[in-house]
């Protein structure tokens, strides 16, 4: 079944492959395990192949995208023998060469969470050192979020191509795809006039950035040379979470998924039980979703400092905290606050919520310094958080539980949620 020009993959590997893959090379291949990123892997005379718009235990014939030292990416363009898993996508565009936003539309939905919590504890026993016999007993798994898997987006930004067009990217490319709607964007996103053939055409924008907010708020920004200007609805939106209402520039971070805040909420409060009176530090603090829920479990008695390094965010944290008078919001960067003093022990509890790079071993240091009793950890990378955890076990401190949301349907992303504590007899 082999197509011309295409190889079998080798049922075990030589010692070192007779010639590599070349790029558009089209190979005949059985997928392996899930992998990061949306891929699945797979082998070919011994050379390692990344495939998407794969699962595991298939057959199928993949198109080679990318050639890189030591192994190549590639797409799945015809499958042979489907697994029991494998669905029609729902939006016509999440295909080889199309739109590269969704990274797992063929997959069944139980499936899906079944892949992340694969790559979660893989990340987690290569980089991180568990084992799965410590994964197996902290029951890691990941949670599928109410509201099913499409019609989820609260906001997307598209880029603009040069024939004016609004559209998506492809799949690590800068080349724009032109959609009629995105399927997994708000309801009130898709019915904007922003996407061809019916919309807008954005001379001069680079990207088009639309919010729907749970507030009911719905905007519309183009940016021009890095600079947003409204074009329809609120230059603030409200946002509702954690019994709060919220409000804050259309483009400041906010969850992309309408029940995320809440969830996220929710879960750092329930691990990490803060009590009246104690000191709780929230890093890379954001907008203050978890320095709110904090303040109001530690009490007047307490303390809770926010560290923030964007502009919008310290704004909007101190906008919207200002009736916490226990909250103080500080404007540095983590690693800036923590090296210079600008926050100081003694510190009971510990929120760290770093970009998808990691909070990194010079702030997990930092932190294990400063002798918190417990520090809830929440990531949407499991690589970076596998990494900081490693850091963290290296100190003789443990992740004692583990929460998993599937707060990106029909993307490879995942959002977590860990406890780390120190030392027993500490």
């Given at each position: 079944?082999?197509?011309?020009?295409?190889?079998r993959a080798?049922?075990?590997?030589?010692?070192?492959p007779?010639?590599?893959?070349?790029?558009a090379?089209?190979?005949?291949?059985?997928v392996?395990?899930?992998?990061?990123g949306?891929?699945?892997?797979?082998?070919?005379?011994?050379?390692?192949?990344?495939?998407?718009?794969?699962?595991?235990?298939?057959?199928?014939?993949?198109?080679?995208t990318e050639?890189?030292?030591g192994?190549?990416?590639?797409?799945?363009v015809?499958?042979?023998?489907?697994?029991?898993?494998?669905?029609?996508?729902p939006?016509?565009?999440?295909?080889?060469?199309?739109?590269?936003?969704?990274?797992?539309?063929?997959?069944?939905?139980?499936?899906?969470?079944?892949?992340?919590?694969a790559?979660?504890?893989?990340?987690?026993v290569?980089?991180?050192?568990?084992?799965?016999?410590?994964?197996?007993?902290?029951?890691v798994?990941?949670?599928a979020?109410?509201g099913?898997?499409?019609g989820?987006r609260?906001?997307?930004?598209?880029a603009?191509?040069?024939?004016?067009?609004?559209?998506?990217?492809?799949?690590?490319?800068?080349e724009?795809?032109?959609?009629?709607?995105?399927?997994?964007?708000h309801?009130?996103?898709?019915q904007?006039?922003?996407?061809?053939?019916?919309?807008?055409?954005?001379?001069?924008?680079?990207a088009?950035?639309?919010?729907?907010?749970?507030g009911?708020?719905?905007?519309?920004?183009?940016?021009?040379?890095?600079?947003?200007?409204?074009?329809?609805?609120p230059?603030?939106?409200?946002?509702?979470?954690?019994?709060?209402?919220?409000?804050l520039?259309?483009?400041?971070?906010?969850?992309?998924?309408?029940?995320?805040?809440?969830?996220?909420s929710?879960?750092?409060?329930?691990?990490?039980?803060?009590?009246?009176g104690e000191?709780a530090?929230?890093?890379?603090g954001g907008?203050?979703?978890?320095a709110?829920?904090?303040?109001?479990?530690?009490?007047?008695?307490?303390?809770?400092?926010?560290?923030?390094?964007?502009?919008?965010?310290?704004?909007?944290?101190?906008?919207n905290?200002?009736?916490?008078?226990?909250?103080?919001?500080?404007?540095?960067?983590?690693?800036?606050?923590?090296?210079?003093?600008?926050?100081?022990?003694?510190v009971?509890?510990?929120?760290?919520?770093?970009?998808?790079s990691?909070?990194?071993?010079p702030?997990?240091?930092?932190?294990?310094?400063?002798?918190?009793?417990?520090?809830?950890?929440?990531?949407?990378?499991?690589?970076?958080?596998?990494?900081?955890v490693?850091?963290?076990?290296?100190?003789?401190?443990?992740?004692?539980?583990l929460?998993?949301f599937?707060?990106f349907?029909?993307?490879?992303?995942?959002?977590q949620?860990?406890?780390?504590?120190?030392p027993?007899?500490?």
């Amino acid at each position: 079944m082999t197509e011309p020009g295409a190889r079998r993959a080798a049922t075990s590997a030589p010692s070192a492959p007779e010639r590599g893959l070349a790029e558009a090379e089209r190979v005949e291949l059985t997928v392996d395990a899930v992998a990061p990123g949306g891929h699945c892997v797979a082998r070919v005379d011994g050379q390692v192949v990344f495939v998407r718009h794969a699962l595991p235990g298939e057959r199928v014939i993949a198109e080679v995208t990318e050639v890189h030292r030591g192994f190549v990416r590639a797409d799945a363009v015809t499958v042979l023998e489907p697994s029991p898993d494998r669905v029609e996508p729902p939006c016509p565009y999440a295909k080889p060469g199309a739109c590269g936003g969704c990274d797992l539309q063929h997959v069944a939905p139980e499936a899906q969470l079944a892949w992340k919590t694969a790559v979660v504890r893989e990340q987690l026993v290569r980089l991180g050192g568990l084992t799965d016999v410590e994964l197996d007993r902290l029951g890691v798994r990941v949670e599928a979020l109410p509201g099913g898997l499409l019609g989820w987006r609260s906001r997307v930004r598209y880029a603009v191509d040069a024939a004016d067009r609004a559209g998506l990217l492809k799949h690590r490319s800068h080349e724009v795809v032109p959609i009629d709607r995105c399927r997994i964007a708000h309801p009130a996103i898709q019915q904007l006039p922003v996407l061809t053939p019916t919309g807008t055409s954005w001379p001069a924008a680079e990207a088009v950035e639309t919010v729907a907010s749970t507030g009911g708020d719905v905007t519309v920004t183009e940016v021009r040379d890095g600079v947003p200007t409204p074009v329809s609805g609120p230059t603030e939106v409200r946002e509702v979470a954690a019994a709060r209402d919220w409000t804050l520039p259309a483009s400041a971070f906010w969850q992309v998924h309408p029940a995320a805040a809440d969830t996220l909420s929710t879960a750092v409060l329930e691990l990490l039980d803060p009590q009246p009176g104690e000191i709780a530090w929230d890093l890379y603090g954001g907008a203050g979703l978890f320095a709110a829920g904090l303040a109001a479990r530690v009490g007047a008695a307490g303390r809770v400092t926010l560290v923030e390094a964007a502009a919008q965010g310290v704004a909007a944290a101190r906008e919207n905290l200002a009736d916490l008078p226990t909250v103080e919001v500080v404007s540095a960067r983590v690693e800036t606050a923590l090296a210079r003093r600008r926050i100081t022990g003694p510190v009971d509890v510990v929120v760290l919520d770093p970009p998808r790079s990691g909070a990194g071993a010079p702030v997990v240091r930092a932190l294990v310094a400063a002798g918190p009793r417990a520090v809830a950890y929440v990531a949407c990378d499991p690589a970076a958080f596998a990494r900081d955890v490693r850091t963290f076990t290296d100190l003789g401190w443990r992740l004692a539980a583990l929460r998993g949301f599937d707060m990106f349907p029909m993307t490879q992303h995942v959002e977590q949620v860990g406890l780390l504590l120190p030392p027993l007899g500490r």
